[in-house]
């Protein structure tokens, strides 16, 4: 099993910062790939941006430009900052890890942005 645990949401002005982090402990899998995804209000959950053990990136149109995914694999932690919040960014954000056949989510951080 894999717990994730994100942290660094909160309430941010527009065109404000915030940097997510997601620490991962549990039998985590050699080779894996994660991410952060993102669900809004009333809307379904939606891939953020991926990151491989290797570092090779993918990002959602939507942020790309704004936020920038990162990992440090020696201490099982990933991070998402982001710049240039922008109303649309609230949301619920989550961390996952795939790996070995299995998917595994955090319980999400809620990043609001408004003035």
């Known amino acids: 099993q894999v717990q994730l645990v994100e942290s660094g949401g909160g309430l941010v002005q527009p065109g404000g910062s915030l940097r997510l982090s997601c620490a991962a402990s549990?039998?985590?899998?050699?080779?894996?790939?994660m991410g952060w995804y993102r669900q809004a209000p009333g809307k379904e959950r939606e891939l953020v941006a991926t990151?491989?053990?290797?570092?090779?990136?993918y990002y959602a149109d939507s942020v790309k430009g704004r936020f920038s995914i990162s990992r440090d694999s020696a201490a099982n932690r990933m991070y998402l900052q982001m710049n240039s919040l922008k109303p649309e960014d609230t949301a619920v954000y989550y961390c996952?890890?795939?790996?070995?056949?299995?998917?595994?989510w955090g319980q999400g951080t809620l990043v609001t942005v408004s003035s």
């Open positions: 990151i491989t053990n290797g570092g090779n990136t």
């Open positions: 549990g039998s985590i899998p050699s080779i894996n790939v």
């Open positions: 996952r890890l795939i790996g070995s056949g299995s998917a595994y």
